[in-house]
């Protein structure tokens, strides 16, 4: 089981450049999010997942869209970078809630540098 | 809209000794989850403990134990006999039971760098 992967794990882009950064999960979740970790700021949610084909924006999505066309993956573009989306970039997946808690489980991250 | 405030942006602790990182929240429902994100120079985000509204027991992980105080909205980590390896972020998080439009999304506190002295 590899869990929550991210990839890259690195990526340096220009101002104006593209990029799509995948997660893929082996957990059978449902539920896929991506977050953005900023210095102080803790993780706030971009875009996220309910089931496949479906996606939802979360607090901050300006710039950023996102698809799920298989369940277990989970990508996110930038069609523009700006060196605010310079970031960390964290994915995240769950289990549809029934009863109890039903944890996140998060990728390792990705770091992104926009010039 | 629910919010986390972590009053603490570092704390440091004595190897062995005991910290507790404090951690309050806002919101007007009576049900949801809480949580604490552990997160070390590797960056991988690592559940520390959970705690459910509804019940009035703290929750405990081996050195890791929580002071839930629902009335003054309080959710507060302690971590006894601290050692090297808990030097780290660590975040408080809070999840609704209700659909939320079905995200179920967690919302994070802006979290406390622990830093643990030999």
């Known amino acids: 089981n590899a869990g929550v992967t991210q990839t890259p794990k690195f990526r340096v882009l220009k101002t104006g450049q593209s990029m799509t950064l995948l997660c893929a999960q082996d957990m059978n979740h449902e539920y896929m999010y991506w977050y953005r970790q900023d210095p102080g700021m803790g993780l706030r949610l971009i875009h996220y997942?309910?089931?496949?084909?479906?996606?939802a924006k979360g607090e901050v999505p300006d710039g950023y869209n996102v698809s799920r066309l298989k369940k277990q993956n989970f990508l996110l573009g930038l069609e523009s970078a700006a060196p605010s989306q310079t970031s960390v970039y964290f994915c995240a997946s769950k289990l549809r809630w029934l009863a109890g808690v039903n944890e996140q489980f998060f990728g390792p991250g990705t770091r992104l540098t926009v010039l | 809209a629910q919010t986390v405030t972590q009053s603490q942006p570092e704390m440091s602790v004595q190897e062995a000794e005991t910290v507790t990182l404090s951690c309050t929240y806002d919101?007007?429902?009576?049900?949801?989850?809480l949580f604490w994100y552990k997160q070390p120079p590797s960056r991988q985000m690592i559940l520390v403990i959970r705690?459910?509204?509804?019940?009035?027991q703290n929750a405990t992980e081996n050195r890791f134990s929580v002071n839930f105080q629902k009335a003054a909205k309080s959710f507060s980590l302690k971590i006894s006999d601290s050692q090297l390896g808990d030097a780290a972020m660590y975040f408080c998080a809070y999840r609704s039971t209700r659909s939320q439009g079905g995200s179920e999304k967690l919302v994070f506190g802006k979290g406390t760098k622990l830093t643990v002295n030999p």
């Open positions: 919101t007007s429902e009576s049900d949801y989850y």
């Open positions: 705690q459910e509204a509804y019940k009035q």
């Open positions: 997942s309910v089931g496949e084909g479906t996606t």
